[in-house]
């Protein structure tokens, strides 16, 4: 059971206290399903254009409290003000500008032909329909967009929604289900039940909601889906990536570099999709490596809220230790820092210096488990294979990038 009656929301930047979110009693996850399944019922016959009426109420909503939505999200989380507006609300504008054009093109029945159809003259059909009661299990590092797409899209279709925001970010989730309320949404149809993961997660799944969606790590994934599958309940996993990001000899690499340095240190690198090694060909490493660790020399790391901020904190003390923990365990197998490699003493928050690593190599952490942290490690490859096979050491797969000028290279490697 929950041991504790409430989660604190704190800003890793200032560890200043945003709120106290009451905890759901895990006795009341049954209930709260069986209200969401009632509540199912008439949200899915109300129809596809009813549902979209309120779809698009959220829109409204967004642009009118735009402002005051991302400083929540910056100070439960820390990311800065222009990530939490760029990366976590203008998502959910075009889920919901999505749902609203594809949906009635995506949820209309499909005929199905064939010559048995044909010879028994059978007309025969694919109709979507609505799974039921959704359990959307989020993630604390894009605590807004993440679940709030999902959520408009259960909602599209027909079902009705359980959110279980992380701990660590139960303000914003609070946030996300006073939306839903304040757009006048029927009751029930969106549902917050905050706690710890284990806790909440486990009674969802024994509760029996129709179908999970996970964000996170993953061994909580593989915990949920043998969970899940002793109910077949189905579910969706999205987990961890270790992200390669190769650059060939004819690359831009100006722009490369800025590319790896955007996609290394936005959020401070608590990113699954992030850059999290880097390939680059012998040709260009030196000039490559030489602008990267420029460009990383110029960051401006601070409190998220702060206009002049380029890089804010880590979530918590813990993911702080991690990523100490690679940089630490690079260094003293003879890998060398080109810029930062220090936790920040200077601030009161979580913070970590964006951290450029060479002579790096597959026997070091950094390069081979999910660092979840503001590290670029660097190694040079002397050929296209050579960094493909690097790329695919993994037992991680997420994303990957290759930086050429030619096209058509690119989209032969990104195949292998």
Known sequence: ANKVSALKSINPASLEVNAEIPVTP???????????????????????????????????????????????????????????????????????????????????????????????????????????????????????????????????????????????????????????????????????VQGSGSVIGNALLETGVDKVAFTGSVPVGKYLMQKAGQTLTPITLELGGKDPFIVLEDADIDRAASGAVWGSFVNAGQVCASVERVYVHKKVASQFIALVEAKTKKLRVGNGLDFGTDMGPLIDEGQLESVEAHVNGALAKGARVLAGGHRIDSFPGHFFEPTVLVDVDHTMECMTEETFGPTMPVMVVSSDDEAIELANDSRFALTASVWTKDVSRAEALCRR
Do not use: H
């Open 26 to 192: 895990v006795e009341a996850i049954g209930g709260i399903i069986e209200k969401a399944r009632e509540a199912q019922k008439n949200w899915a016959k109300i129809g596809l254009n009813e549902r979209l009426k309120y779809i698009k109420k959220i829109r409204n909503y967004l642009s009118g409290n735009f402002d005051d939505i991302c400083t929540i999200i910056t100070k439960d989380n820390g990311k800065t003000l222009m990530e939490s507006a760029a990366a976590e609300v203008i998502p959910v504008f075009d889920m919901v500008n999505f749902c609203v054009k594809e949906a009635p093109d995506i949820l209309k029945k499909e005929p199905l032909s064939g010559t048995m159809l044909k010879l028994g003259r059978i007309r025969a059909y694919n109709v979507f329909e609505p799974m039921g009661v959704v359990a959307i299990i989020a993630p604390w590092n894009f605590p807004f967009a993440i679940p709030f797409t999902q959520i408009i899209m259960a909602l599209t279709t027909g079902n009705t929604v359980i959110l279980k925001p992380a701990a660590l970010t139960a303000y914003v989730g609070q946030l996300i289900g006073q939306i839903f309320e304040r757009c006048g949404f029927p009751e029930c149809v969106v549902n917050v």
